[in-house]
Structures are given as C-alpha cells and as structure tokens.
C-alpha cells in the first residue's frame, strides 16, 4: 500500500522539463559479492542478474579544504592502501592499521554468517578471532578510531571519510562498527549503479509481489491498523491519499511498516500505539539532505566534470568534525561560506537515465529546522537562492558549467520530509550513534516491534541507504515466515 503515486519512495525518478532525476541512488555496494547483504535477497528473489549493475571507480575523490588537490580512492583495500600511503605518507602506518580493521571486521562478520547459516562450530570459532578486535571497538565512534590511526592528520581522515555525509553530519556521532561495515564494503565489493535508475530495481520488486500474486496499490494510504480480540492484526485500512476519503479495507494477519515507527503509531490504538512510541520516539534522528539537481546541455566531461563521484571541501573547512556546521548554513540565506558538498556526475557513466540533458546532482548535509518555520513563498526564495550559489560556484570550478545548464531544481530537508513521511525528513532513520552496550548485546534495532505479528520493514529497523533498507525488510520477512510456522 503506497502512498505516492509511483513505487519505490526515494528510490523512484521525476523529471522537470526534460531532465530525469534520480533523488537518491548515487551508488549502492555491488550486490554480486557473496558477503554483501544485497546478495542473498536478491538471489532469492530472482532479480540479481536481472539489473545491469554500472561499476563505479574510483570509489570516490575528494578536492579542496585539507586536501588540496583531487585525490582518487580507489576499490580494494591494498589499492587503496597504496593510494592512501602515497599521497598521505605520514599517515602510512596508521592507514595500514585502519584499513586492516576494517578488513577484518568484514572477515568476521561474513564467517559469523556462513556460521550461522552452515551452523558450523569451527566458523564461529574463527569468526569469533577475527571479530575480537571489533569487541574491544564496539562502542566507540567513528572519530574515536580515526584519531588512534590517524592522529591529527584531517587531509588523510578526509581521503578515507570524505563522504561522511553519506552517513551522518558528524564523525563523533557515527558508531564505528556501522562505519566500517558500510565504508569497507564499498572499499571491498565496488560501489555500483543501476542502469536506468533506482526506479529500476523498485519496478522489478513489484513486479516480484505481483507474480506472487499480491498486489501493489498506488495512491493509498494505510491509516488504521484494526486488531483482533487476541492483539494480532486483523485489517489495514487505507484510503485515497489525497482526499482521505474512499476507504477501503484489507484482511491481514501479519503487518510490515515500510515507514517511520512515528507513522505506523498514529495507525494503531491509543494501548499498542503507547507501545510503539515508547519502544521508538524520542530516539534521535538521522540527518536529511538537499540536492541540487541541474540539467546540462553539454556531456560534464567536456566542462572537465570527469569523475563520477567527488566531495568538495571549502576552504575554511580544515576538520572533518566540522561537518556538522554545513549542515546548519541553510538556515539563511547564502553568505561568504560555502558547505561541504558532493557532485553525483550521471553524465560520467552509462547511467540510462534517458536522452534527455545530462544530469550533475550537488548533494549535502540539511536539516528540516533551517526550513520548518518559513512561509511557501519566502522557501522557494530561499531555495532559489541556494541553487543560485550553487551553480556559481560549480561555474567558478568549472567553466562553462553555467552557459550549458537548461533545467534545474533544489531539493532540501522539507521536501524529504514531505515526500517520503519521515520526521525531520530523515532520511537513514535513527541515527547511527555510538552503541550504548557492548557487542554481546547485539545491534541497537531491529525488525521486530514490540507488537505480536507487526514488523517494521524500514530504515529505522537497520541502518540508511538502500542496504541497510532492504536487509531490514528481508528480515522482517523471515521473522513473519518462522512466526507463521509456529
């Protein structure tokens, strides 16, 4: 049951004019690696080969600020050491020793899994070794590791985390454990794109529930989760999205919430919904993001738009730890300072976005307080301002960048927010904050609610990005499955 008129969410396609904009895949782990999550779901489902999946390399680049001139972080972890070592030699040791944790981590986890699912006793054991080092780190943050590794050297924190942003806003505030399973599978597998667009892969997924034999309903909004005398599900209402009338009603013994608990609370009696916000509200948020999206005449490698994935650090930025105060400049107008901000460059690879204009997305770090307060009329003012800079500073890097724009739009925090239903626009769910109990503890979240038969099938049940959204709705589903044959 799909609010928005098209599947997917942020994992869809728009056009203004004649440019087609993908709003959130700018890369994704190649699901082709045994040990990535992806894999096993999409195996199962039939669709791994199905998509043509673009290699991205290098991994990313990072310009500006402490590093200076572009550096390239290439895929592999002795390719990148190399990389790393040679532009960075104080940093030598230390990234040798980083990358190696971050290694091992992987190793751990991906044995822990084959443990699990062969139930091999001497896979656990070595899995158990190899995640030792992960017990003794599994409460710090993301900062706390790169200081032991790194020390104050920002340029090489930045070649290694200068996509931070994909994540959160704040080194201090990113679990080390979530950081280095994300970034190390990047360095490990490759990131890919989706030939034609996430809206590729959701078009595929339905048409999975539809061979199926379920159906996928467009323009609906579940708004009543009805329950039966023992507290298990009974209904889903839903009705039309934008006149809230026309309601109709599904029978249904299990419930997934692809959403934000936050939604799900207000489906469900005052008893179970006391239970869902006590379980989830109030846990603090991810960030949200903006985006710039500009349409260019010209093919970006002519403008000397060459890479596909590049992070721009200002010049007054001197500390990955100032992030978060990008974050906070769209609380006004465009001043003197420019934030942080990545280029997703479409025109780089065969992306099969369409005909149309080459797309170049600027992304960011945003938060849905800069915008919450203003009036319709004095945010597109503001917006258009923004995109104004923007394109400014994009002309300033590369000339003629200006002259070969035809179409453009700015997105920010509210727009997330009022797209995909999420509070404060967040969108990665939770934050990924530092855990509060050791390892033994076992991850912070989960699928399943505190609801008998309701799970939650979202980013907030796991972690951001499509990995994270899809393992949790694959886990979800195998926890309905042995719930059933019980």
């Known amino acids: 049951i799909e609010r928005n008129h098209s599947v997917g969410g942020a994992a869809s396609a728009f056009k203004t004019g004649a440019l087609t904009i993908e709003p959130a895949l700018h890369q994704t782990a190649d699901p082709h690696d045994p040990s990535e999550p992806k894999h096993a779901i999409l195996t199962e489902l ?62 751990g986890v991906e044995r822990l899994t084959r443990a699990g699912e062969t139930r091999s006793f001497g896979e656990l054991l070595r899995a158990g070794v190899g995640l030792r080092g992960l017990a003794r780190d599994w409460r710090l943050s993301t900062a706390d590791v790169l200081l032991r590794f790194l020390g104050d050297d920002e340029a090489a924190k930045f070649a290694i985390a200068g996509n931070i942003g994909y994540y959160t806003d704040d080194p201090r505030r990113l679990a080390w454990p979530f950081f280095a399973m994300a970034q190390g599978g990047f360095l490990k597998a490759g990131g890919r794109f989706i030939k034609g667009g996430s809206r590729v892969l959701t078009m ?8 199926a034999g379920g159906s996928v309903l467009l323009g609906r909004d579940a708004s009543v989760v009805d329950f039966d005398s023992s507290g298990h599900p009974a209904f889903v209402r839903h009705v039309d999205s934008r006149t809230k ?15 934000a608990p936050h939604v799900l609370a207000r489906m469900l009696p005052p008893d179970k919904r006391a239970e869902i916000e006590r379980a989830y509200v ?51 107008d465009p001043g003197s300072r420019m934030p942080s901000f990545g280029i997703a460059n479409y025109g780089a690879i065969d992306s099969g976005l ?30 258009g301002r923004w995109l104004d800079a923007f394109e400014k500073a994009l002309d300033r890097e590369y000339p003629g960048f200006s002259a ?25 769910g939770f934050a990924p904050l530092p855990f509060e109990r050791g390892i033994w503890a076992g ?44």
């Open 245 to 259: 009338a026309d309601e109709q009603r599904i029978a249904a013994k299990q419930v997934f919430a692809n959403c």
């Open 404 to 428: 070969a724009v035809s179409e453009r739009m700015f997105l920010n925090a509210r727009s997330m927010h009022n797209f995909m239903n999420t509070p404060g626009g967040a969108v990665y």
């Open 443 to 486: 991850l912070p979240r989960s699928s399943r609610t505190p609801i008998p038969s309701v799970y939650l099938a979202s980013s907030f049940a796991e972690s951001g990005g499509f990995t994270g959204a899809m393992k949790s709705g694959a886990d979800a589903a195998r926890m309905a499955m042995k719930e059933k044959t019980r």
């Open 354 to 383: 369409g005909d149309g204009p080459a797309l170049v997305s600027v992304v960011g770090v945003d938060r849905f307080d800069n915008w919450a307060a203003l009036a319709p009329q004095d945010e597109k003012v503001r917006r």
């Open 46 to 107: 039939g669709l791994l080969d199905e998509i043509e999946w673009i290699p991205i390399s290098p991994f990313f680049s990072v310009k500006g600020g402490p590093v200076g001139q572009t550096f390239d972080l290439p895929v592999g972890f002795d390719a990148a050491h190399l990389a790393l070592s040679t532009r960075f030699p104080k940093s030598r040791d230390g990234f040798a020793r980083l990358l190696g944790a971050m290694e091992q981590i992987l190793s």
């Open 204 to 211: 595929k997924l339905a048409k999975v529930v539809t061979k």
């Open 282 to 332: 109030g846990h603090a948020l991810s960030i949200s993001l903006f985006s710039a999206h500009f349409g260019l005449r010209v093919p970006p490698p002519k403008l000397g738009l060459d890479r596909y994935s590049l992070a721009v650090l200002p010049d007054w930025m001197t500390s990955l730890s100032q992030t978060g105060e990008c974050s906070r400049m769209f609380a006004a």
